[in-house]
């Protein structure tokens, strides 16, 4: 089955703990992103990677890492979590050569106190 | 920058009609729209693409003005199911990150 998958799906941790969101596909997609969605603001890019290795900055990507050494695999780093990080993120992915339609996640609940 | 949805929310009765319109102040190369469920993730209901014409399926249907950089999402004879946040997601050339509107939430009555 074509996927997206999240991991873990709820966290809650503490300020300063260093914490990574995992996030695969099996379609083969060359295109990964990572949104965090807050009430009334909608789904906001954090970062995004075109392909192996090609990363590049979203519209909040502050706080965060991320890397994609292989094309299935696109992990969320928190270095060091903070409360305001608190939210819902969500792993999409796309292939570059079709209509970009993205193929989200199941989201992954992040509490951070 | 975000597209501007509106409305914010809008609440019908079953049967009922619903326009949800999504604004950019750049020029688009296509319009995403999305509809998320509560708890769920985002899925994909169509695409817009400069140039192309009026996109439907069922009862939803969307248009693109690229004129005006606005696009607006038809929700006819409105379904329980229907009921969700619907956003819009823009891209300004090919193969662009895809920046998403604030949502529109849409609750559907018997």
């Known amino acids: 089955e074509a996927q997206v998958t999240q991991n873990p799906r709820y966290l809650i941790t503490v300020t300063g703990k260093k914490l990574t969101v995992t996030c695969s596909q099996n379609m083969n997609h060359e295109y990964m992103s990572w949104y965090r969605q807050d009430p009334g603001l909608g789904l906001r890019q954090i970062y995004y990677?075109?392909?192996?290795?090609?990363?590049d900055k979203g519209d909040v990507p502050e706080g965060y890492k991320v890397s994609r050494k292989e094309k299935r695999n696109f992990p969320l780093i928190l270095e060091s979590p903070s409360p305001n990080q608190t939210s819902l993120y969500f792993c999409?992915?796309?292939?570059?050569?079709?209509?970009?339609?993205?193929?989200f996640g199941p989201g992954t609940r992040l509490t951070v106190l | 920058q975000q597209p501007v949805q509106s409305p914010q929310a809008v609440i019908l009765r079953e049967g009922e009609d619903a326009v949800i319109n999504c604004s950019s102040s750049k020029a688009l190369y296509s319009v995403h729209w999305y509809r998320q469920k509560h708890g769920e993730a985002p899925v994909f209901l169509m695409i817009?693409?400069?140039?192309?014409e009026q996109k439907g399926h069922d009862k939803i249907s969307a248009s693109f003005n690229e004129k005006k950089q606005q696009s607006s999402l038809y929700l006819t004879a409105s379904q329980l199911s229907y009921s969700g946040t619907y956003f819009c997601?823009?891209?300004?050339?090919?193969?662009?990150?895809?920046?998403f509107g604030g949502g529109t939430r849409l609750m559907v009555k018997p």
């Open positions: 999409a992915s796309s292939s570059t050569s079709g209509n970009n339609e993205q193929f």
């Open positions: 817009l693409l400069k140039g192309g």
């Open positions: 990677s075109m392909n192996v290795e090609v990363t």
């Open positions: 997601g823009t891209e300004q050339n090919a193969g662009n990150m895809l920046t």
